[in-house]
């Protein structure tokens, strides 16, 4: 298992911007396809953003594409989330996801290895 800590959430207002981080503790970490996902208060945990094993490939949800930019150093052993133009309707626990153990990198289900989340609150 790989382990995962999130850093990088914090109370911003609506338009502002926020960066995430993810930094994973294996050196392995280079192999693995990452995820975003995010929770809200009474909703089920939603998929965000995920990165191929070397950033080539990316892949969002619709109400992300534009505002969210997702990249990894795999030196650093470190995946980002880049979120610009934030709406409080983006206010969740954001979590990454390491470790995929089946296809389909939006459910939350084919991920292994998850991090405690950070807190992101967009004020309007």
């Known amino acids: 298992q790989v382990q995962l800590v999130e850093s990088g959430g914090g109370l911003v207002q609506a338009g502002g911007s926020l960066r995430l981080s993810c930094a994973a503790s294996r050196r392995t970490f280079s192999r693995y396809t990452m995820a975003w996902f995010r929770q809200a208060p009474g909703k089920e945990r939603e998929f965000v953003a995920a990165?191929?094993?070397?950033?080539?490939?990316?892949y969002y949800v619709d109400f992300v594409k534009g505002r969210f930019t997702i990249s990894r150093d795999n030196a650093k052993n470190t995946m980002y989330l880049q979120m610009n133009s934030l709406k409080p309707e983006d206010t969740a626990v954001y979590y990454c996801?390491?470790?995929?153990?089946?296809?389909?990198?939006?459910?939350?289900?084919?991920?292994?290895?998850w991090g405690q989340g950070t807190q992101v609150t967009v004020a309007s």
């Open positions: 996801a390491a470790n995929q153990v089946r296809e389909g990198y939006s459910d939350p289900l084919s991920f292994a290895s």
């Open positions: 990165t191929s094993w070397n950033g080539g490939s990316t």
